[in-house]
Structures are given as C-alpha cells and as structure tokens.
C-alpha cells in the first residue's frame, strides 16, 4: 500500500503533537504557525515544502526526506538530522532558533543559514561547502573534520573552527571573527 500524497496544502495553527503526524508525501505544501514538537516525522517525504514560525523541537527524523525545503522563523530544539534520508537532501533556514542540532555527516553545500541561533550544534564531518552563515550565532558549534571551502562566515559570531582539522581553503571570514580560528591557541587579540 502506497503513502498518502499531499499536495499544494496549506496547514494553517495545526497542533500535531496531539494526535501526530500523517505519514505520507507531502510536495508544494505550505505550514504556518504549526507544532510538531516530539512528533515522529518518521519516513515523512517533504519537497519544496515551506515552514513559517513553527515548532520541530525533539521530532524523530528517521528517514525523513527533506527536498528543497524552506524553514523561516521556527523552532528547532534538538532534531537529529543526520538521521534523515540523505538522497537530494537540500534545506535552508531564515531565522530560526536551532541549538543543539545535529548535522554529522551531512552533505549541505549550498545550505543558508539566515540569522540563526545555531549554539551547540553538530557539524561535524559535514560538507558545507558554498554555504552561507549570515548573521549566524554560532556558540558552542561544533566543527571536527568539516569541508567548510567556499563557505561565508563574514558576519557569523561567536565561532570556534580549528584550522587544522577542518578544510578551509577559500572560506571567508570578517577581520572581527579570526579570534574563532585563532581560539585553541589561546592568544589574545585586541
């Protein structure tokens, strides 16, 4: 039996944590103002969806499909994503609270992060490259292994990326943000 397919719908003030969320293909949807905290997105195919202010804090990822998706304005609270399906995986977040997310492994070139609160999050061993931080917070992030070439820091803040163990060449930073590339070696720059 085939998943039910979605398409075009708009889900408009939907809390799903109630009675969860239906599993299935959802393509061209729009969500506003939705909560799918702690929710099991489990399987769930979303392409070229779009989510504005909603709540994702703590849902299941297992092979969930994100297909050139856009979130704006939402609240991540520790979503593992590096538990979605890899395959065309392609998504971009507008100003949206994502501590404590993991991204480990993640092939993300290409991927926005606009004006984002991204404190302890996981990148490692990831491939951002060509991505964008712009207006980032980037507290406690976590960067080990981590293809960051291309990559534009200029306006991202409170970073710590270990130039030795992380491959840089041709990332951009501001004069402003070298104490994060500087940080292990404790040196004081004023």
Do not use: W
């Not at 995986?89 to 993640?106: A, G, M």
């Not at 609160?117 to 080990?144: H, I, M, P, Q, R």
């Amino acid at each position: 039996m085939s998943a039910p397919y979605f398409d075009s719908k708009v889900y408009n003030r939907i809390d799903f944590t109630l009675e969860g969320f239906p599993s299935g293909e959802y393509e061209l949807c729009n969500f506003s103002d939705c909560d799918f905290a702690g929710c099991d997105l489990s399987g769930v195919i979303f392409s070229e969806c779009k989510f504005s202010n909603c709540n994702f804090s703590l849902v299941k990822t297992s092979q969930t499909a994100f297909r050139e998706v856009i979130i704006r304005e939402s609240k991540i609270l520790g979503v593992h994503f590096e538990n979605c399906n890899p395959f065309l995986f392609s998504i971009s977040f507008d100003r949206c609270l994502l501590n404590f997310t993991s991204f480990y492994q993640l092939n993300l070139k290409r991927a926005g992060f606009i004006s984002c609160n991204l404190a302890e999050s996981d990148f490692t061993e990831c491939d951002l490259s060509n991505s964008l931080f712009d207006n980032c917070d980037l507290s406690g992030a976590v960067f080990e292994n981590t293809i960051l070439e291309n990559a534009d820091f200029r306006t991202a803040f409170n970073y710590t990326i270990d130039p030795e163990i992380n491959r840089l060449k041709k990332a951009r930073f501001s004069i402003s943000g070298i104490a994060g590339l500087l940080d292990k070696y404790g040196i004081v720059i004023e």
